[in-house]
């Protein structure tokens, strides 16, 4: 995480983090400190810092999705997700396998595991067929307090209402889609000075480093059909329940 003067950015990957990073690099220098791990989550930022407000991206859970896939970092760190041998038994091309086979393998092997060991987070009070998906047991270790404890009670009407009231941290999400406007209105809201907020507004996109990122197809949209908008639209209902826009709809 980075923490300034101002502000805690949590950096949950595949968001647009980078590029929030640089520029309060660039806004605060010597005063912005990494502190930590660099995906760092609400839980490990430093009492003393815990009264700052919390920034943090949200991305549509379809494009995040495409952009993961093709980053393809589950391929090459695949100990950071769970033991490719079990993925093997089902898909013996893993890792070589199509967008489809990639969501349906995040959703059930990717889930309940991080950093390749068990983490307890099971929705207890769901049916195993209702558990929420790869993006929401994201959302739930980066925001919530006892990720562990709020991902076991978790329950339906939690996943309707889109807000874990109880032990959500206070986080203002920036999106990805709007990221230079929406940091630039944040720092404003600070009191940073006029220059330095119209540099961010006008900033190129900055990549991760060692990015590999190479769509075949420039639209998420066009990565998915019927079947698999209803798949990813049922297990992040969460997340489509708290960002309603990012819902996509069948033809």
């Not at 839980?43 to 999705?65: H, N, Q, T, W």
């Not at 790869?134 to 009670?153: D, K």
Request: aromatic content about 12%; proline content about 7%.
């Amino acid at each position: 995480m980075l923490i300034t003067p101002d502000c805690v950015f949590i950096h949950m990957p595949k968001t647009g983090g980078t590029f929030i990073t640089r520029m309060l690099r660039e806004v605060y220098g010597d005063a912005a400190v990494e502190t930590g791990r660099k995906h760092g989550t609400c839980d490990e930022i430093p009492v003393a810092d815990r009264g700052k407000p919390i920034l943090s991206v949200m991305r549509s859970p379809f494009d995040r999705y495409v952009s993961q896939y093709h980053y393809g970092w589950w391929r090459t760190q695949p100990q950071e997700y769970c033991d490719p041998a079990s993925i093997r038994q089902v898909y013996p091309e893993y890792p070589e396998v199509s967008f489809a086979d990639f969501v349906a393998i995040a959703n059930r092997f990717f889930v309940n595991a991080h950093r390749g060991a068990p983490t307890g987070y099971r929705a207890r009070r769901l049916a195993p067929e209702d558990a929420p998906g790869w993006h929401t047991e994201q959302f739930i270790r980066f925001f919530c307090r006892e990720p562990q404890r709020a991902f076991a009670e978790l329950t339906a009407q939690d996943l309707q209402r889109g807000h874990l009231h109880a032990c959500e941290y206070p986080v203002d999400f920036l999106r990805t889609e709007s990221l230079n406007d929406d940091l630039a209105d944040r720092l404003a809201r600070y009191g940073v000075d006029a220059a330095r907020i119209r540099a961010v507004r006008m900033h190129a996109r900055v990549l991760p480093e060692h990015a590999h990122e190479a769509r075949a197809r420039a639209d998420a949209r066009d990565y998915f059909d019927a079947p698999l908008i209803a798949l990813v639209m049922r297990k992040e209902q969460f997340l489509f329940n708290r960002f309603p826009d990012y819902r996509m709809e069948t033809a």
